[in-house]
């Protein structure tokens, strides 16, 4: 029910700390993750498509359904008392979340139109930044809401610079204050990519916008990438690596071995071990230089992906390297889950114009990195034919309907 009571935006954040936790298992490969048994069955014809949808959304909202739904909760509720006992303080966390979370959003729409100098803007996209804040782009600027914090307002000619200093962070500077944005459980494609749209050759991102290739390796030979925290420190440049005062360059590595428990049946291990002939050291995912759980997590999922680049003849991993084509269809799969919902709504609803927010920047994502053959890309094209249709686009809808037939022949 949860997921009923948040709109797309937020859903996706929900979905998104879920699924960047499961980076750290096995399943960073297209193999792994989609096998034959998950493909897409053979397209019917598309007017079956909207039918379908709603002979599945009948069925959940059905009263024998709701029901079973309810006699499944009673039942709970009587096998485990305590669980009543949680429920409560559970729900109104959630409803308080929704609200603050609401009023982010709100308030950043609010200021972020208010400076613009014309009534409409070409760009306007708005964003959930973790759980409770707000990130808003439109013609004007840049606009960040969070709870208990004071809005963070930047228009886009006082911007100097936008870099990413770690995983997924974006840092925005202008001459008198900067702007921190994580973007680890956002859509950091679509915002990366609007940000060089106004900013051409004042950004500098781990991925390049135009061609969506990493530019990870490029970046170390600018400028080594460092990470401090209690003492600890971690530096990678284009030489090598040092780790709490040992260094060994890239040339003298023999191996790196990755060792990786996935926490099942005991504590959870994760790390990567550097051998040369004099030298050897291992970083943990537990212990990497960083302040938070998650930021060691994606720092340490950073590493792993340097590596892989710099000297992928020298590593034994147990699983690939996360690239950025991953990033994107990780990605990608947050935004579907909300143009699901977003989707079934809309038949109900008849309103569809809100979709086109999530519908082209994955469309986008889906051209870029050529993703046409993945299951859910191809299910992602049905769903955006009936959004065409339904919005007297019949012409795009045919040429998106021949591009899936092509697809799959």
Same mark, same amino acid.
Request: aromatic residues 8%; charged residues 25%; glycine residues 4%.
């Given at each position: 029910m949860a997921a009923v009571l948040l709109p797309p935006e937020q859903l996706a954040a929900l979905i998104a700390q879920h699924d960047l936790r499961e980076q750290t298992r096995q399943c960073y490969s297209l193999k792994t993750r989609y096998t034959s048994k998950n493909k897409m069955p053979s397209p019917g014809s598309q007017r079956d498509?909207? *039918? %379908?949808?709603?002979?599945? =959304?009948?069925?959940i909202t059905s009263k024998p359904a709701i029901a079973v739904g309810l006699l499944l909760f009673l039942i709970l509720l009587c096998t485990v008392p305590a669980f009543f006992f949680l429920l409560i303080p559970t729900v109104i966390f959630l409803v308080v979340l929704y609200k603050i979370g609401e009023g982010s959003t709100a308030k950043a729409k609010k200021i972020a139109r208010s400076r613009l100098p014309v009534a409409s803007s070409k760009l306007e996209v708005f964003e959930s930044v973790g759980l409770a804040s707000c990130v808003a782009l439109n013609d004007w600027g840049i606009v960040f809401v969070s709870p208990n914090k004071p809005v963070v307002e930047m228009a886009w000619n006082e911007i100097a610079s936008v870099a990413e200093v770690a995983s997924s962070v974006l840092l925005f500077k202008c001459e008198v204050k900067e702007l921190p944005l994580d973007l680890s459980t956002s859509r950091y494609f679509l915002i990366t990519d609007k940000v060089h749209e106004k900013l051409p050759g004042k950004v500098d991102f781990d991925v390049d916008p135009v061609s969506g290739q990493s530019k990870i390796l490029q970046r170390l030979t600018v400028g080594p990438r460092v990470f401090v925290h209690n003492n600890k420190s971690l530096i990678l440049d284009d030489n090598g690596i040092e780790f709490n005062g040992q260094q060994i /360059?890239?040339?003298?590595? /023999? @191996?790196?071995?990755?060792?990786? @428990?996935?926490?099942?049946?005991?504590?959870a291990y994760h790390s990567l071990t550097f051998s040369s002939n004099t030298k050897k050291f291992e970083i943990t995912q537990s212990k990497f230089p960083a302040e938070d759980d998650l930021s060691k997590m994606r720092n340490f999922l950073l590493l792993k992906q340097i590596v892989g680049e710099k000297i992928p003849a020298k590593t034994q991993f147990t699983s690939s390297a996360l690239s950025m084509r991953d990033r994107a269809i990780d990605e990608f799969l947050r935004g579907r889950e909300a143009a699901k919902v977003g989707l079934a709504f809309a038949l109900k609803s008849g309103k569809f114009e809100p979709l086109k927010e999530w519908y082209e920047p994955m469309l986008s994502i889906a051209d870029k990195y050529d993703l046409d053959d993945h299951p859910a890309v191809q299910d992602f094209i049905q769903d955006y034919v009936v959004y065409l249709e339904r919005t007297d #686009?019949? *012409?795009?809808? %045919? +040429?998106? /309907? +021949?591009? =899936?037939? %092509?697809? #799959?022949?």
């Amino acid at each position: 029910m949860a997921a009923v009571l948040l709109p797309p935006e937020q859903l996706a954040a929900l979905i998104a700390q879920h699924d960047l936790r499961e980076q750290t298992r096995q399943c960073y490969s297209l193999k792994t993750r989609y096998t034959s048994k998950n493909k897409m069955p053979s397209p019917g014809s598309q007017r079956d498509i909207p *039918t %379908q949808v709603r002979k599945e =959304l009948k069925e959940i909202t059905s009263k024998p359904a709701i029901a079973v739904g309810l006699l499944l909760f009673l039942i709970l509720l009587c096998t485990v008392p305590a669980f009543f006992f949680l429920l409560i303080p559970t729900v109104i966390f959630l409803v308080v979340l929704y609200k603050i979370g609401e009023g982010s959003t709100a308030k950043a729409k609010k200021i972020a139109r208010s400076r613009l100098p014309v009534a409409s803007s070409k760009l306007e996209v708005f964003e959930s930044v973790g759980l409770a804040s707000c990130v808003a782009l439109n013609d004007w600027g840049i606009v960040f809401v969070s709870p208990n914090k004071p809005v963070v307002e930047m228009a886009w000619n006082e911007i100097a610079s936008v870099a990413e200093v770690a995983s997924s962070v974006l840092l925005f500077k202008c001459e008198v204050k900067e702007l921190p944005l994580d973007l680890s459980t956002s859509r950091y494609f679509l915002i990366t990519d609007k940000v060089h749209e106004k900013l051409p050759g004042k950004v500098d991102f781990d991925v390049d916008p135009v061609s969506g290739q990493s530019k990870i390796l490029q970046r170390l030979t600018v400028g080594p990438r460092v990470f401090v925290h209690n003492n600890k420190s971690l530096i990678l440049d284009d030489n090598g690596i040092e780790f709490n005062g040992q260094q060994i /360059n890239w040339t003298d590595v /023999n @191996v790196v071995t990755e060792t990786f @428990v996935d926490g099942d049946d005991g504590p959870a291990y994760h790390s990567l071990t550097f051998s040369s002939n004099t030298k050897k050291f291992e970083i943990t995912q537990s212990k990497f230089p960083a302040e938070d759980d998650l930021s060691k997590m994606r720092n340490f999922l950073l590493l792993k992906q340097i590596v892989g680049e710099k000297i992928p003849a020298k590593t034994q991993f147990t699983s690939s390297a996360l690239s950025m084509r991953d990033r994107a269809i990780d990605e990608f799969l947050r935004g579907r889950e909300a143009a699901k919902v977003g989707l079934a709504f809309a038949l109900k609803s008849g309103k569809f114009e809100p979709l086109k927010e999530w519908y082209e920047p994955m469309l986008s994502i889906a051209d870029k990195y050529d993703l046409d053959d993945h299951p859910a890309v191809q299910d992602f094209i049905q769903d955006y034919v009936v959004y065409l249709e339904r919005t007297d #686009r019949s *012409t795009e809808a %045919q +040429r998106m /309907n +021949r591009r =899936l037939h %092509q697809t #799959r022949e």
